[in-house]
């Protein structure tokens, strides 16, 4: 059956620049409303990577995670994670931690695991006085209108996150891997293949090799999926770049990406592949009580800066292995 057939029902508005949009008329209980359309709704977010709801009157966190949860059933704990997050209930979080002046540029969640989720769910319930737009991008256009040398490269070498813990600055390793012990630290890292490596002073280095390039699950299309260019040091502001740099070395940044043959990867392909985003971006502002259903295999997502309080939630759920359909990664490990 097309997506269009199961979309029916929706009277979605679809806007150049801007993700689709469906208006309701606020129901008795959003929790139902959503469990009474999800197929209608799912089947939008396939057909056009991202779809926001406007009208179902969101107003706390169990309100939304109420909603989430008709939608994706259970909800994934976060791995993995750079930044902590504050939880709102079992699978609900706020969004991550981001200095409001600075844009969170464009992204795949957690796509540098193993175990990726498949559609990322926002609910927004108080919208910032301006800017703070959660921002989409087209993971197929994006792959398209990128230079074809840069993206078979990556296609063919995959890429590379490294990572360095420490108790000074981004998420403990207790809120990256559900446990501070040492032993199931390495337990998970072996599991999820991360090369880890404990260092004189008891912090942690870890790094990761993962697909650049993969195809949707459900249409089969060839998406750029990554966070190449998010958790790369030349995306950082400049004043931060030079300050990590200095306190922590070239080897110790918190995070940061390199090319799938260990090299570093250079300021021009970062400005290339965050040009590329930005021109193939598509925004709604944020208004209270909306939701945001991103395909996260098909849609990059960015937060923009903004002013004034900002109070999004986010879930994630439907949880697959993308990086299994990378011929190149499987043959360059054999």
């Not at 966190?61 to 994706?72: E, I, M």
């Not at 090369?195 to 090799?209: A, H, K, N, V, Y």
Request: aromatic share 8%; glycine share 8%; net charge negative.
């Amino acid at each position: 059956m097309p997506f269009s057939s199961l979309a029916s029902p929706l009277d979605v508005e679809l806007r150049p620049d801007k993700p689709a949009l469906l208006c309701v008329d606020p129901p008795d209980d959003a929790a139902t409303w959503t469990a009474e359309y999800r197929e209608a709704l799912r089947a939008q977010v396939t057909e056009h990577g991202a779809l926001v709801v406007r009208g179902l009157g969101l107003r706390d966190a169990g309100q939304a995670g109420a909603v989430f949860a008709r939608l994706v059933g259970d909800l994934m704990t976060e791995r993995e994670a750079f930044a902590p997050r504050e939880a709102h209930g079992r699978g609900v979080y706020s969004s991550t931690p981001w200095p409001d002046n600075q844009p969170m540029c464009m992204h795949h969640e957690l796509s540098y695991q193993q175990e990726v989720p498949g559609l990322a769910l926002f609910a927004c319930l108080t919208a910032p006085q301006q800017g703070g737009a959660t921002a989409v991008a087209d993971a197929e256009e994006v792959l398209r209108a990128l230079p074809s040398g840069l993206t078979e490269r990556f296609e063919q070498e995959g890429w590379i996150l490294t990572r360095s813990y420490n108790d000074e600055i981004g998420a403990s390793l207790a809120e990256s891997f559900g446990t501070a012990d040492r032993a199931g630290i390495e337990q998970y890292c072996r599991a999820n293949a991360i090369t880890c490596t404990w260092q004189p002073d008891g912090s942690l280095r870890t790094e990761q090799r993962r697909a650049a390039v993969v195809r949707h699950p459900v249409t089969g299309r060839r998406c750029w999926f990554n966070q190449i260019a998010f958790l790369n040091e030349w995306t950082l502001d400049p004043e931060v770049r030079e300050y990590l740099l200095d306190v922590y070395g070239p080897d110790g940044l918190p995070f940061n990406t390199r090319h799938g043959d260990g090299s570093p990867i250079g300021e021009d392909v970062v400005k290339t592949i965050n040009s590329t985003y930005e021109a193939h971006t598509r925004r709604e502002p944020w208004q209270a009580g909306d939701l945001l259903l991103v395909d996260n295999i098909r849609t990059a997502h960015s937060r923009e800066a903004f002013s004034g309080e900002r109070q999004v939630l986010v879930g994630l759920g439907e949880p697959l292995r993308p990086a299994d359909d990378c011929p190149a990664l499987e043959a360059s490990e054999r």
